[in-house]
Every structure is written in structure tokens, then in C-alpha cells.
């Protein structure tokens, strides 16, 4: 049975479109069949994470209006053969995006692939309502400051109120991911702690993604960082998320100080 996963955060910035991006791939390498959807009309940013942006014909706009095809709009990656992209408009706003013709467009995913990943737009408004509207699964996508932290208690509420499930009495399965997560930072008190996010929240840890510039390396070339450097930290902690959504109990990989090669001969910080 498909599901439709939507990715999702209040703020923005904070790492929704490279997680969408990573935890598709990753889903994809795992040998599931997989589709990562743009809600984000207007700006489209997944198709230049994905090494795509010279492949887009037609988008997500054109396909809920009725002008182009789902198979005409649909990317299939070059590196990974379940993965495929379906783009958003650059040049249209969010008001072209029609419920009616949204819930046609994930019925019709829903028969070609197993996972549905959504990349939501930030905020709480028509797009991003939309992007969540027919998700069985989210992740809420958190740095660990108070600004993001807060937003993403707004989105859960939304989750708990405005989504199909959510109108039948049901409940979308809720999960956070923490990303840009620097320990030694958290030690400082120069952000969050990860009991402290949990506690705010309250809903079940999906993962931890360190603060890293791999992400951004792979993200400048065009790729996701599960499929760039599949050895780094964040794509090793991408590749566990991916293994939680899909039923597997692995334990969350807590990420460490890193510490300067003085503190590691002397055994103590240096300032």
C-alpha cells in the first residue's frame, strides 16, 4: 500500500527540500518505488537539489490543471531507477494549485509508486495546507533553536486539524527530524539540546542530521547527499531515518562534539 509522506516545518531554511530530497533517495536505494512531489509553486528548489532543473518540461501546476500529463511531468533520476521527481512551476503562484485537482494528482501517484514524498512550502498557508492535505506520515522538520521549534508546534496542530486524515478522526503519524544539530554548540547553551526539542514537542524522533558542510556540497552539485557522499554523517543519518519510516527499529545516532586536535592531545577544550 502507497503512502504519502509529507515533509514539513513552519519556518523556512531550515532543511525541509534537502531532507525531501535525501530521505526520497534513500527510500528509492532502499528498493522502494519512489516519487518526491514540489509543493513549493513558485520558488522550486527540489529540481536543482536533484540535478534536474535542465529536465523539466512540465510541473505539478500544469498536471493539476489538466494541461500536461502526470507521465509527462514526471523525472526519472539517472543515478537511481525507483526515484522520480515530479517539479514545481517557477512561474506560477500557489493559487493554481486546486484541491480538487491536488487529491487527483496524489490518487494518481498512489497507483504508480510506494512512496509519495511531499516538500512543503514554509508557513502555514495554502501550500503548505495543501503539501499535508492527504498525508499519512509527516516529518517535521526542526533546527534546534526556539524560532524553529516553536513554528513546528504550530505545523503539528495543523497536522492534528487540517489534513483528510485528520477530518476522519484519524491521525497522521508524526515524526521529527532535527537538522543542523551541533553538539558542542548544544553543550555550550548555545542551542537547543535534543531532550529539550523532544520535550516541546512530543512526538517520536526520526532522526538527528549534524551540522555539516557535505550537505551543502552535495546540494551545490545537484544531489542528494545520500547519493553524493553516502559515508558522511548526515547521509549515514538520512539512511537510518529512511529505515524508521520504513518499520525498522535502529537506534538514533546522537552526534558527537567534535573537538580541535589540541583538545584531543591535551584532553581539554580550547577555547
Known amino acids: ?17 534537502t531532507s ?14 519512489v516519487v518526491v ?12 537539489i536533484m540535478g534536474a ?14 494541461d500536461a500529463k502526470l507521465a509527462q511531468a514526471l523525472i526519472r533520476d539517472k543515478r537511481v531507477e525507483t526515484l522520480s521527481l515530479l517539479p514545481a512551476s517557477q512561474t506560477r503562484d500557489k493559487d493554481a494549485l486546486t484541491p480538487e485537482g491536488v487529491e487527483r494528482v ?3 501517484l498512489r497507483e504508480k509508486f510506494d512512496w509519495i514524498v511531499c516538500d512543503s512550502p514554509a508557513g502555514i498557508e ?4 495543501l503539501a499535508m492535505r492527504h498525508a ?25 486539524s487540517k489534513t483528510a486524515k485528520a477530518e476522519a478522526g484519524e491521525t497522521v503519524d508524526k515524526h521529527l527530524l532535527l537538522t543542523r544539530y551541533d553538539a558542542g554548540r548544544a553543550a555550550r547553551g548555545e542551542m537547543l539540546k535534543v531532550e529539550d526539542v523532544l520535550e516541546i514537542l512530543a512526538i517520536p524522533l526520526l532522526g538527528i542530521i549534524p551540522d555539516s ?21 548526515p547521509a549515514r543519518a538520512y539512511a537510518e531515518a529512511a529505515r524508521r519510516l520504513l518499520g525498522e527499529t535502529v537506534a538514533v545516532t546522537m552526534p558527537v562534539e567534535k573537538k580541535s586536535l589540541m583538545s584531543r592531545l591535551f584532553g581539554r577544550s580550547v577555547a
Open 1 to 17: 500500500m502507497s503512502k504519502v509522506l509529507v515533509v514539513t516545518s513552519g519556518k523556512g531554511g531550515v532543511g525541509k527540500t
Open 106 to 108: 496524489i490518487n494518481e
Open 37 to 48: 512531489v514540489d509543493f513549493d509553486v513558485g520558488l522550486r528548489n527540489l529540481d536543482l
Open 126 to 129: 495554502r501550500g503548505a495546507t
Open 213 to 233: 558542510e557535505d550537505v551543502l556540497k552535495a546540494s551545490n552539485v545537484g544531489s542528494p547527499v545520500t547519493l553524493h557522499n553516502p559515508m558522511s554523517a
Open 20 to 33: 525531501s530530497a535525501a530521505l526520497g533517495a534513500a527510500l528509492a536505494q532502499a528498493g522502494k518505488n
Open 136 to 160: 499519512d506520515m509527516a516529518v517535521v522538520v526542526t533546527n534546534p533553536e526556539v524560532s524553529s521549534v516553536r513554528d513546528s508546534d504550530r505545523i503539528i496542530g495543523l497536522l492534528d
Open 53 to 66: 532543473e535542465r529536465r523539466v518540461v512540465f510541473d505539478l501546476v500544469n498536471v493539476v490543471q489538466g
